[in-house]
């Protein structure tokens, strides 16, 4: 959700921030912007991706810069609203991710000052507000004015009169620095940073960071100097790049083999040790979007496996719904680990006097900051905008907590729990076998891409992964998918299929076998054709259905994986034949880091 990149160097700034700038586009990519430090602040920014801005970037030779990507929040995608933005003498230029909260009343202000505005943006404020306080000493200025701040931000700044400097500070939206030899840098997250250096800096909320070629300070909000070890990155530059892919999404759909086997040696150290789980009564799983996905099938894992009560709740409403008497164990899922609402929720379950536990990919994340325990998905970096390989990596990660959970309590058996893990050490081979079948998923995907509309069906702990194939069908081809739970298509949506509406139905044999293969049964006598993900092996569904894609026979509580691989492949190839911008779809970004 933005991204911003910064270096202050002994080389050419412009060539160094446009490259780690495009492996932040996934941040967002309504526009971009760069400004470089010359005799003055040069600016330029355009609408539209990186490569837009590129194409008619002039020669800028200053040493020192930052640049953003957007996703738009206030203000329309447009020049004027690009970042980075000029204060009124063009001498400072700044770029920001995250929300300004009290941006109207400042903006009144400033302008009640002289200042001239030429965005609608909230960001706009930020640099007038360091205009007003600059007095010599950028980060100076900067402390001033985020004082009166209040919302969420990462920012970096430039100064024409104090050109080997490049100032940024954090609150709630990520930031990271890299150190390299006489050179430094700022970014929104590591990929923008491999190809340069693997020695990096988590910032933190309330900290500003000084950056010049030779040294780099953090500084609290107060200006004291703040002592921080670097730590290394273990992500390398090759798993930034697509490989011989299309899209990142495919790449990352065909690791999945190696996600899962990474997240399962992994373990859960941090969580085996001292019996985290022992008093746990009742559980709450809370996440966003595929992650809330994957904590609904993790309801199910967690209440067949460890005997525990769980509910689930999206991150934007647990913020805000009122405190109950009782105190679960709140279990926090994130991909990036940065999700502002997710974040939100953390704090609330601590402010609640709640346990809580983070899972999440992003390793050094503002997550495992706000959680008590972490434990991480080694999925390995993903950059494409549809959540894949890190999707299935949380189902995995939840298994495993359901197995010490069960274990800690009682409610396990050590030889069951031994038989589970076995069976879950063959997931990556059951994936595989989805993964070969590529090819006539892509077929079946191309003949359905004309659809307006498609339904995702599914009864149990399929039904939760029904809902996550319709989401990743329309955020990635644009087809408005819905997903329903089997039992529930007689209550009011069968009034909308008809011969063109394709849908999905995950009739695998499980203990929901009979009761799906009713509902599809209904959508047969509506003639919508019917696509099923059945088990191997079960010869009589093509009798019923148009279509069949089988995946192995596993325990019915591993289904949940093999199944969301077919659906991640129907969407990716739907898509495809759609022309759709498969790693950067329309109105989105990863990481969201506003609310
Ligand atoms: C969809 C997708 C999003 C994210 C959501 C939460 O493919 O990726 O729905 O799952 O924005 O993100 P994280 O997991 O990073 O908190």
């Given at each position: 959700?933005?991204?911003i990149?910064?270096?202050?160097g002994y080389r050419?700034?412009l060539?160094i921030l446009?490259?780690s700038?495009?492996?932040?586009e996934?941040?967002g990519?309504?526009?971009?912007?760069?400004?470089v430090v010359?005799?003055s602040v040069?600016?330029?920014?355009d609408k539209?991706?990186?490569?837009?801005?590129?194409?008619?970037?002039p020669?800028l030779?200053?040493?020192?810069g930052?640049?953003?990507?957007?996703?738009?929040?206030?203000?329309?995608p447009s020049?004027?609203?690009?970042?980075?933005?000029?204060?009124c003498?063009e001498?400072?230029?700044?770029?920001?991710?995250?929300?300004?909260?009290n941006?109207?009343?400042?903006?009144?202000?400033l302008?009640a000052?002289g200042?001239?505005?030429?965005?609608?943006?909230?960001?706009?404020?930020?640099?007038?507000?360091v205009e007003?306080?600059?007095?010599?000493?950028?980060?100076?200025a900067?402390?001033?004015?985020?004082?009166r701040?209040?919302?969420t931000?990462?920012i970096?700044?430039v100064?024409?009169d104090?050109p080997d400097?490049?100032v940024?500070?954090?609150?709630?939206?990520?930031l990271?620095?890299?150190?390299?030899?006489e050179?430094?840098?700022?970014?929104?997250d590591?990929p923008?940073l491999?190809k340069?250096t693997d020695?990096?800096?988590?910032?933190?909320d309330?900290?500003?960071?000084?950056?010049?070629?030779k040294?780099v300070?953090i500084?609290?909000f107060?200006?004291?100097?703040?002592a921080?070890?670097?730590q290394?990155i273990?992500?390398?530059l090759e798993?930034?790049?697509?490989?011989?892919?299309?899209?990142?999404?495919?790449?990352?759909?065909?690791?999945q083999?190696?996600?899962?086997?990474?997240?399962l040696?992994?373990?859960m150290?941090?969580?085996?040790?001292n019996?985290?789980?022992?008093?746990?009564?009742s559980?709450k799983?809370?996440?966003?979007g595929?992650?809330?996905?994957?904590?609904l099938?993790?309801?199910?894992v967690?209440?067949?496996v460890?005997?525990?009560?769980t509910?689930?709740?999206?991150a934007?409403?647990?913020?805000y719904a009122?405190?109950?008497t009782?105190q679960?164990?709140?279990?926090?899922l994130?991909?990036s680990?940065e999700?502002?609402d997710?974040l939100g929720a953390?704090r609330?379950?601590?402010?609640?006097?709640?346990?809580?536990?983070?899972?999440t990919?992003?390793v050094?994340?503002?997550l495992?900051r706000?959680?008590?325990?972490?434990?991480?998905?080694?999925?390995?970096l993903?950059?494409g905008v549809?959540?894949?390989?890190?999707?299935?990596a949380?189902?995995?990660?939840?298994?495993l907590v359901?197995i010490r959970m069960?274990?800690d309590r009682?409610a396990?058996s050590p030889?069951?729990?031994n038989?589970l893990?076995?069976?879950?050490?063959a997931l990556?081979?059951?994936?595989?076998t989805?993964?070969n079948?590529?090819d006539?998923?892509?077929d079946?995907?191309r003949?359905?891409a004309?659809?307006?509309d498609?339904?995702f069906?599914?009864?149990?702990?399929?039904?939760p992964?029904a809902?996550?194939?319709?989401?990743?069908?329309?955020?990635?081809?644009?087809?408005?998918a819905?997903?329903y739970?089997g039992?529930?298509?007689?209550h009011g949506p069968?009034?909308?299929?008809?011969?063109?509406?394709?849908?999905?139905?995950?009739?695998?044999?499980d203990?929901?076998?009979e009761k799906m293969?009713g509902?599809?049964?209904?959508?047969?006598?509506?003639?919508?054709p019917?696509?099923?993900?059945?088990t191997?092996g079960?010869r009589?569904?093509?009798?019923?259905?148009?279509h069949?894609?089988?995946?192995?026979?596993?325990?019915?509580?591993?289904y949940?994986?093999?199944?969301?691989?077919?659906?991640?492949?129907?969407?990716?190839?739907?898509?495809?034949?759609?022309g759709?911008?498969?790693d950067?779809?329309?109105?989105?970004?990863?990481t969201?880091?506003v609310?």
């Open positions: 959700m933005c991204g990149v910064g270096y202050a050419e700034a060539p446009i490259d700038l495009k492996r932040l996934y941040r990519y309504d526009s971009a912007g760069v400004a010359e005799d040069k600016i330029v920014k539209g991706y990186i490569a837009n801005l590129e194409s008619q970037l020669q030779r200053g040493v020192v930052l640049a953003h990507t957007r996703w738009a929040t206030h203000g329309a020049k004027d609203n690009a970042h980075p933005f000029y204060d003498r001498k400072i230029a700044l770029a920001h991710n995250g929300i300004i909260e941006y109207a009343e400042l903006r009144d202000e302008k000052h200042h001239t505005f030429r965005s609608q943006t909230d960001t706009e404020v930020l640099v007038h507000l007003q306080s600059y007095a010599g000493n950028l980060e100076d900067i402390r001033k004015a985020l004082a701040c209040t919302g931000y990462a970096a700044v100064h024409a104090e400097k490049l940024a500070a954090r609150n709630f939206s990520p990271i620095v890299g150190l390299g030899a050179e430094n840098y700022v970014a929104s590591v923008a491999l340069y020695k990096v800096l988590y910032v933190m309330r900290e500003i960071v000084v950056l010049r070629p040294s300070q500084l609290d107060e200006g004291r100097p703040v921080r070890e670097p290394r273990t992500w390398s798993d930034a790049e697509r490989g011989g892919f299309d899209h990142f999404m495919l790449k990352e759909i065909f690791e083999p190696q996600a899962i086997h990474n997240t040696l992994g373990r150290t941090e969580v085996d040790t019996g985290f789980f022992q008093d746990v009564t559980v799983l809370v996440a966003c595929t992650s809330y996905h994957a904590s099938v993790g309801k199910y967690l209440e067949e460890a005997k525990v009560p509910t689930v709740e999206l934007s409403e647990y913020r009122p405190t109950p009782e679960p164990l709140v279990i926090l994130s991909q680990g999700t502002a997710t953390a609330e379950a601590k402010r609640r006097g709640c346990k809580t536990l983070g899972i990919n992003g050094g994340s503002s495992t706000e959680t008590e325990r972490t434990m991480y998905t080694r999925a390995g993903e950059i549809a959540a894949t390989k890190t999707f299935t949380q189902l995995v990660a939840l298994y359901a069960g274990l009682g396990l030889e069951d729990a038989r893990r076995d069976e879950l050490r990556p081979r059951h994936v595989q989805v993964l079948q590529a006539p998923i892509a079946l995907a003949a359905y004309g659809a307006r498609m339904f069906i599914g009864r149990g702990i399929n039904y992964v809902m996550e194939g319709a989401l990743k069908m329309k955020e990635i081809s644009y087809i408005h819905e997903a739970a039992g529930e298509l007689k069968l009034a909308l299929l008809t011969p063109d509406t394709p849908v999905v139905a995950v009739t695998v044999r203990r929901n076998y293969m509902n599809v049964g209904e959508v047969n006598a509506r003639g919508s019917v696509i099923a993900v059945g191997e079960g009589d569904l093509p009798r019923f259905v148009e069949v894609v089988y995946v192995p026979k596993v325990r019915d509580l591993l949940p994986v093999p199944v969301s691989v077919v659906f991640q492949l129907l969407a990716y190839y739907a898509a495809r034949k759609r759709c911008p498969i950067k779809p329309r109105n989105l970004a990863k969201v880091t609310e």
